[in-house]
């Protein structure tokens, strides 16, 4: 009784932190993200007009790298080890919600990282979304 009690504590603990749910990348991209890059991801969120720098066209990074979509690289964009000034450097315009380094993720070229899981899962969404 328990340990079956025991089990499904650990079962539904551990449900929520399973990463590659690329629907729950797609929320968190509408929630965290669209307000500058846009619904359908081209840079035009109601936010854009008032921001200096452009936001970025999301559905063009594959293509503006030779087709390769650098999972690592934008993983780094997102979770603040490599800060982008108009996501508010060390200020991330998040918050803190994509700050736990719990998840690894791998590229396609081998590199591994440490990231939160829900900046996989939003890697992930833009991974499906590319142009
Ligand atoms: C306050 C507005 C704002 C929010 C919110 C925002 N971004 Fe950005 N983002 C920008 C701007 C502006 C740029 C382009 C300028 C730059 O690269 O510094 C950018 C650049 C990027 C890039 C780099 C693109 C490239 O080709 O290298 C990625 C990736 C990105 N954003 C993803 C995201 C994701 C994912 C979220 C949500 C978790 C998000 N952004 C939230 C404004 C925003």
Do not use: W
């Not at 650990?10 to 993200?33: I, K, N, S, W």
């Not at 594959?62 to 490599?82: K, L, Q, S, T």
């Not at 508010?88 to 899981?117: I, W």
Request: proline content about 7%; overall charge negative; aromatic content about 6%.
């Amino acid at each position: 009784m328990k340990r079956t009690f025991l089990l499904a504590c650990l079962m539904g603990a551990a449900a929520p932190a399973f990463a590659q749910d690329v629907e729950r990348g797609a929320r968190l991209y509408t929630d965290h993200c669209a307000v500058c890059h846009g619904a359908s991801l081209l840079g035009d969120g109601p936010m854009a007009e008032v921001l200096v720098v452009p936001p970025a066209n999301l559905r063009r990074i594959a293509r503006d790298n030779g087709g390769y979509f650098p999972r690592v690289g934008i993983a780094g964009h997102i979770d603040g080890r490599d800060p982008l000034l108009s996501h508010g450097g060390d200020m991330p315009v998040y918050g803190r919600l994509f700050s736990a380094m719990s998840e690894v993720m791998t590229s396609p070229g081998g590199d591994t990282v440490l990231t939160s899981p829900e900046v996989v899962d939003i890697v992930d969404f833009l991974e499906t979304q590319q142009d």
